[in-house]
C-alpha cells in the first residue's frame, strides 16, 4: 500500500462516493459537512463507500473506524493518516 497525499484521498474519497451517488453534487459539501447527511447516503450507500475506499486504497477499515468517515476531511484525513502507517 501506498502512503496518499492529502489530495489523492479526497479525490479517491469523492470519486467513490460519485460510483455510488451518480449525481452527487459536492459543490453543496463543505469539506467539514457530514457528506452522508448532504448526499443522502443510506446505511447501505455508506457500507458500499466504506469497500470501494478500502478496495482502491488499500486501507483496512473496521467498524470502530467508521465515526472517522463523517466529512469530507476526516475522510482525506483518516486515509492518508492510515495509509501511512503499518497495517
Do not use: C, H, N, Q
Not at 500500500?1 to 492529502?6: G, Y
Not at 470519486?15 to 447527511?37: C, H, L, N, T, W
Not at 446505511?43 to 470502530?64: A, H, N, P, Q, W
Amino acid at each position: 500500500m501506498k502512503s496518499l497525499t492529502e489530495a489523492e484521498a479526497l479525490s479517491v474519497v469523492k470519486e467513490s462516493i460519485a460510483r455510488i451517488v451518480p449525481d452527487a453534487d459536492f459543490s453543496v459539501v463543505g469539506p467539514d459537512e457530514r457528506f452522508r447527511d448532504v448526499l443522502e447516503l443510506d446505511s447501505l450507500d455508506f457500507l458500499s463507500l466504506v469497500e470501494l475506499l478500502s478496495e482502491r486504497t488499500g486501507v483496512r477499515i473496521d467498524e470502530e473506524d467508521y465515526p472517522e468517515l463523517t466529512t469530507l476531511a476526516d475522510a482525506t484525513r483518516f486515509l492518508v493518516g492510515r495509509s501511512k502507517s503499518p497495517a
